[in-house]
């Protein structure tokens, strides 16, 4: 017998405001409570998850873009789970900004290669998508 059965998805979009972020993390830990990831790495991924939709809902702000949206999108396979977070909050001008917007991003940047396994920043042509990967049975 082959197991080649597709990685399930789950997709949540959601106003980028920060009322909403509280959604993004709840989904993010029940999506990966159902997989076997440590209690420790459910709540590094639903940290990775909040910190990046409130950077969004920030860069939101800053652009004022008031009807951008964030979209969480996962693909959970038998090893691993991977979140898109795909946000319209507009581009980031992190090297044109204010020094206190370049360290956010920084901060923000650093934290989420301490949670996640690997992650990569994907500039849009109407806002930001960042991609993470986080391994069952890894750290």
């Known amino acids: 017998m082959s197991s080649n059965i597709a990685p399930a ?3 949540l979009t959601i106003p980028c405001q920060p009322e909403y972020v509280a959604v993004a993390r709840l989904a993010m830990s029940g999506i990966a409570s159902r997989m076997h990831f440590t209690y420790e790495q459910i709540e590094d991924l639903r940290l990775a998850v909040g910190e990046l939709c409130t950077l969004s809902v920030e860069w939101a702000n800053k652009n004022n873009r008031q009807e951008a949206r964030i ?27 204010t020094g206190r917007d370049v360290e956010e991003e920084n901060l923000a940047q650093l934290l989420i290669t301490l949670l996640v396994d690997e992650a990569e920043v994907i500039p849009q042509p109407d806002g930001t998508l960042v991609r993470m990967v986080k391994y069952v049975g890894q750290r």
């Not at 996962?74 to 992190?94: F, M, Q, Y």
């Open 9 to 11: 998805q789950v997709e």
């Open 71 to 97: 979209v969480l999108r996962t693909e959970i396979s038998s090893n691993k789970l991977t979140v898109d977070i795909l946000d319209t909050a507009g581009p980031r001008h992190c090297g044109e900004g």
